[in-house]
């Protein structure tokens, strides 16, 4: 009886635990491997548009607009709902970046 619920209960139950506990175990690995960093600049001029995701100004969304800012392709102006507070903010923002990774890179 014993052996019947250790084959058709137990057996199975730890088969299954361990293999689940192994794809965890690659799916943390491949995280950490294949891991993307994010612009810190994208996520924070996308924190300053003002999120309506619209798409007026031709990109998908505020994060596309706030990409195309930080690598040069766009400008805020294209912002339809932003106002001139903002712009001026994104452009400051941007110079300061701009200002302290030439500080880095020079040391």
């Known amino acids: 009886m014993f052996v019947?619920?250790?084959?058709?209960?137990?057996?199975?139950?730890l088969v299954f635990a361990v293999i689940g506990g192994l794809f965890g175990l690659l799916i943390a690995y491949f995280s950490k491997v294949f891991a993307v960093k994010a612009d810190e600049r994208v996520e924070r001029v996308t924190a300053m548009l003002p999120g309506y995701n619209c798409g007026a100004c031709g990109y998908p969304?505020?994060?596309g607009?706030?990409?195309k800012i930080v690598s040069g392709e766009a400008d805020s102006v294209l912002?339809?709902?932003g106002n001139q507070d903002m712009r001026d903010l994104i452009k400051t923002y941007l110079n300061e970046a701009l200002k302290n990774e030439q500080n880095n890179n020079k040391k």
Request: net charge positive; glycine share 6%.
């Open 4 to 13: 019947k619920i250790l084959k058709n209960i137990i057996l199975p139950v």
């Open 61 to 63: 969304g505020c994060v």
């Open 65 to 67: 607009l706030a990409e």
């Open 79 to 81: 912002c339809k709902p």
